[in-house]
């Protein structure tokens, strides 16, 4: 009993211990659930590159990714989404996947999606390509038509802004599944080079999973914009990122200079998996080129 007794005072700050570490945990796990992972913020940057034209010197760029529709983004998210993105007045919209998570939700909600994405305005056009959780669905595409985006899956556009010089943009679909990058954006690269009557001195690149940029010939673009990451769902301070998906393993950060590459990664929207968001508030990217 006089063991017991003098080994009381340990237990009980052990005790209390535990419960303030348990405690902190279920505030944690309601902080990322109903709060990390709710509202939206806008990241801003400029974009410097001198072959920029100078009509589209100051073009506005609004990229938005990884909604995964039917997990913690739903018909209130989205339209508090659309409204934020047409007060920024973007010039081009890109999406770089994973529009859906939910099969259900997916099933039931086509139409309020593409409605509610339709009312996204862009002066000049709207692009999306698929992400790995989008291939599985095969109305992806309808959704992306009915709502007026251009299909952007391992194809490209020639955007015009007043005269005969041009921006070239293009997209691949997810390879989660196919490995393919390298010979979908090959075969964006042969019809560029057809576009021999065409003055074009920026080109840009949509893909989701970023790692396959090493896969790539990166080089014959100057700006590429991808997803998949979330930059990292799940962030602690002073360790980063613990929650990583396959292929952004080694690319998943806000921003990487590749040699003479921007790329920039989306750190999405939605949640995928588990409907928590740490140290990372959903968000979409705002970027101005400029020339000088």
């Not at 985006?149 to 679909?173: H, K, P, R, T, V």
């Not at 920026?202 to 396959?212: A, G």
């Amino acid at each position: 009993m006089l063991l017991k007794f003098k080994n009381y005072p340990r237990l009980k700050k052990a005790v209390i211990i535990l419960g303030i570490i348990i405690i902190i945990f279920i505030f944690t796990l309601l902080y990322a659930r109903f709060i990390g992972a709710k509202g939206l913020e806008v990241h801003e940057y400029k974009i410097t590159n001198s072959i920029i034209s100078e009509n589209f010197h100051g073009l506005k760029i609004v990229h938005i990714s990884d909604l995964h529709y039917g997990r913690t983004i739903f018909k209130k998210e989205l339209e508090q989404l659309v409204k934020k993105v047409n007060l920024l007045k973007p010039d081009i919209v890109v999406l770089t996947g994973d529009l859906i998570e939910n099969d259900k939700s997916f099933k039931t909600n086509t139409h309020i999606i593409s409605d509610i994405l339709s009312k996204i305005e862009a002066r000049i056009n709207k692009y999306a390509i698929s992400g790995n959780h989008d291939v599985k669905f095969d109305t992806w595409e309808t959704i992306i038509n009915d709502s007026g985006f251009i299909n952007l899956n391992d194809n490209y556009d020639i955007i015009y802004n007043g005269n005969d010089e041009a921006l070239f943009i293009g997209g691949i679909s997810s390879s989660y599944y196919d490995k393919k990058a390298k010979e979908k954006v090959n075969t964006i690269n042969d019809a560029f080079n057809l576009l021999t009557n065409t003055k074009i001195n920026y080109r840009i690149l949509l893909m989701h999973e970023p790692d396959f940029v090493d896969e790539i010939d990166y080089n014959n673009f100057n700006l590429i914009l991808a997803g998949h990451s979330h930059n990292g769902q799940v962030r602690i301070p002073f360790k980063g990122a613990i929650i990583l998906p396959k292929y952004a393993k080694k690319y998943y950060k806000g921003y990487y200079k590749i040699q003479n590459t921007d790329m920039y990664i989306s750190s999405g929207v939605g949640t995928s998996t588990v409907g928590f968001r740490l140290f990372n508030k959903p968000s979409i990217n705002l970027y101005r080129l400029t020339n000088k």
